[in-house]
């Protein structure tokens, strides 16, 4: 507060951005770290369940996908390069191996992307997640 009046940028809450993707990563809120960020598998709940931050601000759209795309190809890119050179497997066997790898792999990363991604929005206070959002 100086001369009467309010300064909101002291006042608002620090949102530090590691501990924030941390959270995320783990699809919990990134507030309170306690209550589940996703209902479903990759819906994102409108409040945390336990403290009432409000989510439903968040703008993930194709970013979690792209992410996912562009870990999984740099990943399984070279290691089917690798395994086919080093071993020379049948090509219907290698596609299979690879496949089913690259599918569970996106499968894994998807929802933990997208908590990340909310949580880096909530931590920058992007998409709404500023000093009006609030909890409720």
């Given amino acids: 507060m100086r001369d009467g009046t309010v300064d909101f940028e002291t006042e608002e809450e620090e949102r530090p951005l590691g501990p924030a993707l941390w959270r995320g990563w783990n699809r919990v809120c990134p507030r309170c770290g306690s209550g589940p960020m996703l209902r479903g598998y990759l819906t994102v709940r409108d409040n945390c369940p336990v403290c009432g931050e409000s989510l439903h601000h968040q703008r993930a759209d194709d970013g979690p996908a792209y992410l996912t795309i562009l870990i999984v190809g740099h990943l399984m890119a070279p290691v089917i390069l690798w395994a086919f050179v080093e071993f020379r497997p ?33 931590a920058k206070r992007m998409h709404g997640f500023g000093s009006g959002s609030g909890r409720g």
Avoid: E
């Avoid at 299979?96 to 992307?113: E, K, M, Q």
């Fill in 90 to 122: 049948d090509p219907a066997i290698l596609a299979t191996i690879f496949g089913i790898g690259t599918v569970a792999l996106s499968l894994f990363l998807l929802p933990r992307l997208k908590g990340a991604m909310v949580a880096l929005q909530w």
